[in-house]
């Protein structure tokens, strides 16, 4: 009988996954940090945060074994990653956590569609 991970296990994991993939796109991406966060309307810090899984200490919440509780620090919020990809050019965030398998294969399938309306000279004018 296999064990399965718990769903915590799962969250901890796509958050990793999603500061990771929102570092590269600031680190590749032609605009400055300060630019994109001006543009998100948050602070450079906070876009910071978004791309670092960092923890802040919480003292004033403590476990029931006297613990300090470790929060995140700041989450990427989904209501943003429109404007996020706009403003850096990059789509990777969005295909990778907010499409289902099948609407990126068809998004792959339109891209392709597009290269050959193109190669035949009827693609956007």
């Known amino acids: ?12 994991d796509m958050d990793a996954r ?3 993939k929102v570092s590269e796109v ?7 940090r ?10 450079q810090a906070l876009l910071n945060a978004y791309a670092s899984y960092s ?3 919480r003292k004033d919440e403590c476990k029931p074994n006297g613990q300090t509780l470790r929060v995140r620090k700041a989450k990427f919020p989904l209501f943003r990653l429109k404007l996020f990809r706009e403003i850096t050019g990059d789509d990777s965030l969005v295909r990778e956590f ?11 399938v ?3 569609f597009e ?9 956007k004018k």
Do not use: D, F
């Not at 009988?1 to 901890?12: G, N, T, V, Y």
């Not at 907010?98 to 792959?108: C, D, P, S, Y």
């Open 1 to 12: 009988m296999s064990k399965e991970a718990s769903p915590q296990i799962h969250l901890k």
């Open 18 to 20: 999603v500061c990771r």
């Open 26 to 32: 600031l680190k590749a991406c032609k605009p400055k």
């Open 34 to 43: 300060e630019e994109i966060a001006k543009h998100l309307g948050i602070s």
């Open 55 to 57: 923890y802040s200490n």
């Open 98 to 108: 907010a499409l289902t398998e099948r609407e990126k294969w068809l998004l792959e």
């Open 110 to 112: 339109g891209e392709l």
């Open 115 to 123: 290269q050959l309306l193109a190669k035949w000279g009827r693609g």
